[in-house]
Each structure stands twice: as structure tokens, then as C-alpha cells.
């Protein structure tokens, strides 16, 4: 199994609403990422996990909430969330955080009202 | 920061060779990427350098020289399929907390004609 699979492909929420994004790999990567990717402009690094840790955050507003349940997993909590924040959200994994290729997920497209 | 540029669009015909340009200025420079990203679809890895010089596989070719912050992706042989854009991510290493992070740059759209 070679590839990263994320659930919903496509998520409409009120800005009052909570939902999850969810991630999941089974290539035994030990590094998994969230990025928020806006229409036409490049993917932006949220977090970065490295074995179950949360190793990188980049500012990333309280309102997204990374969460790493073990190894294959990775789901993002988002509550109370801002128009602006519709986006295209792409889940990634690497082998380690030594520097091997990300593999993306096909991402959640998110739409807030 | 990182501050990596890439031209915006480029246009080719079948058939033809391509090359698809990016520079960069960073710290902690640890490899260099590129991505190849179709309309509403996930970004898919074509190759990466660390040491300077060519790396080639199949129809897809990449060049870094680290000393001028230069990185070339050259696309042979090009298909019409192969319309779609191109990232060129730049991964540096982090000190706090550890491990390494990519940074792409703003694409470059390719249009292959006939």
C-alpha cells in the first residue's frame, strides 16, 4: 500500500460547526504533515509529526487542532472556523523526518459559510 | 525565511523539451524538490537533489547547484498530459523541535499545445 487516503473529500461547515479531518497511511511512515493549500497558490506546512509527536507548528491559529492517535493516523479537529479558511487541505507522510519524499494525500476540500 | 522563485507560466509544444526554472535563498538548505501538482489533485514527487549536478529519471530530469541557488526541472519528450503544475519545494532543517521542513514555491503552470 502505497499511498496516503484522507476522508471527506469534500466537507461544508458553519462557522459555529466542529468536524475532523482525517489522514491515514499504511507505508509505516514515521512523519506525517498537514498543509493548507489555497486555489492557485503553492501548499503552506500547518504541523509536522515525527513519531506521534507533534514536532512542528507554524503558527498555526488555536482553532485548527492537530491530533496524532498513533503511527498511521493523523486527524485535524477545526472548530469555529473563518471563511478565509476554505481551503484545500493536504495530509502528506514521509519515512522518517530525515529528508525522504512527502507522499500527499488527495486532500479534503473545505468550505466555510 | 525562504524566499524561492519559479516563473509563473510556461508554454510548450508536444513533442518538445522544457525547462522550468527555480532559484532560492534559504538557511539550512537540505534538499531540493519538485512537484508535479494537476488541477484539484494532490501534489505527486517527480525528483529531488541534495548534492550538486543532474539527477534523471525517465523523461524527467532535475540540476542543483547549491553555490547559486539554482535548481532546473527539465521535461522531455513532453505529452500533452504533462500540462499541470510545477513545484519546486525547498526543504531546510529545523533546529527547534527537529526534523526538516518544505517550503514550495509559487508553481510554474505548464501548457502543453500540439
Known amino acids: 500500500d502505497t499511498e496516503v487516503t484522507q476522508t471527506p473529500k469534500h466537507l461544508v461547515m458553519g462557522m459555529t460547526n466542529k468536524k475532523s479531518l482525517k489522514c491515514e497511511q499504511h507505508?509505516?511512515?514515521?512523519?506525517m504533515y498537514w498543509y493548507k493549500q489555497k486555489a492557485k497558490k503553492p501548499p503552506e506546512l500547518m504541523f509536522v509529526y515525527s513519531y506521534e509527536k507533534l514536532s512542528i507548528n507554524e503558527s498555526v491559529p488555536s482553532r485548527f487542532s492537530p491530533e496524532c492517535p498513533n503511527s498511521s493516523l493523523l486527524n485535524l479537529h477545526l472548530h469555529a472556523l473563518q471563511p478565509e479558511d476554505s481551503a484545500l487541505y493536504l495530509c502528506?507522510?514521509?519515512?522518517?523526518?530525515?529528508?525522504?519524499?512527502?507522499?500527499f494525500g488527495p486532500g479534503t476540500r473545505l468550505t466555510v459559510l | 525565511g525562504q524566499n524561492i522563485d519559479q516563473p509563473t507560466e510556461m508554454t510548450a509544444t508536444e513533442g518538445a523539451i522544457v525547462q522550468i526554472n527555480c532559484t532560492y535563498q534559504?538557511?539550512?538548505?537540505?534538499?531540493l524538490f519538485w512537484y508535479q501538482q494537476h488541477a484539484g489533485e494532490a501534489p505527486t514527487f517527480l525528483s529531488y537533489n541534495v548534492l550538486d549536478g543532474l539527477e534523471e529519471k525517465g523523461r524527467f530530469s532535475s540540476f542543483l547547484s547549491r553555490s547559486k541557488g539554482y535548481s532546473y526541472l527539465l521535461l522531455k519528450e513532453l505529452q500533452m498530459k504533462d500540462s499541470a503544475s510545477y513545484l519546486c519545494?525547498?526543504?531546510?532543517?529545523?533546529?527547534?523541535?527537529?526534523?526538516?521542513?518544505?517550503?514550495f514555491g509559487t508553481g510554474t503552470q505548464l501548457k502543453v499545445e500540439l
Open positions: 519545494a525547498v526543504r531546510v532543517y529545523i533546529l527547534t523541535g527537529g526534523g526538516n521542513k518544505l517550503t
Open positions: 507505508m509505516g511512515h514515521r512523519a
Open positions: 502528506a507522510s514521509s519515512q522518517g523526518l530525515g529528508g525522504d519524499e512527502q507522499f
Open positions: 534559504t538557511s539550512g538548505f537540505n534538499g
